[in-house]
């Protein structure tokens, strides 16, 4: 129904930007909401940010508060991650999600997944 695609990983060193994207091919209808998660090497899949599609509202987790920003275009069904002061334990796969409803950190309620974008900070 929704298919979600990431872009923009790469390399970084550390205190650099990156800027993902994740586009959605099918139409993310008002209640939806878009978030991104990450998960490194041997670690859980961890929530990063989240934003309402309906209202803009955004959600982050404590340890990207001040560095990253989410944001959205409706009109193109896409979603973006600015992140700035990028650390090496930012390094990860990023994933953008969707799901009906209310925001939520867990992963297991996102019905929608992009199939992932790497991003390495190096030091």
């Known amino acids: 129904q929704v298919q979600l695609a990431e872009s923009g990983g790469g390399l970084v060193q550390a205190g650099g930007s990156l800027r993902l994207s994740c586009a959605a091919s099918g139409r993310i209808f008002w209640g939806y909401t878009m978030a991104w998660f990450r998960q490194a090497p041997g670690k859980e899949r961890e929530f990063v940010a989240a934003?309402?599609?309906?209202?803009?509202?955004?959600y982050y987790a404590d340890s990207v508060k001040g560095r990253f920003t989410m944001s959205r275009v409706n009109a193109k069904n896409a979603g973006y991650l600015q992140m700035n002061s990028l650390k090496s334990e930012d390094t990860a796969v990023y994933y953008c999600?969707?799901?009906?409803?209310?925001?939520?950190?867990?992963?297991?309620?996102?019905?929608?997944w992009g199939q992932g974008t790497q991003v390495t900070v190096s030091s």
């Open positions: 934003i309402t599609w309906n209202d803009g509202t955004t």
């Open positions: 999600a969707a799901k009906s409803g209310f925001w939520s950190s867990r992963p297991f309620e996102y019905a929608y």
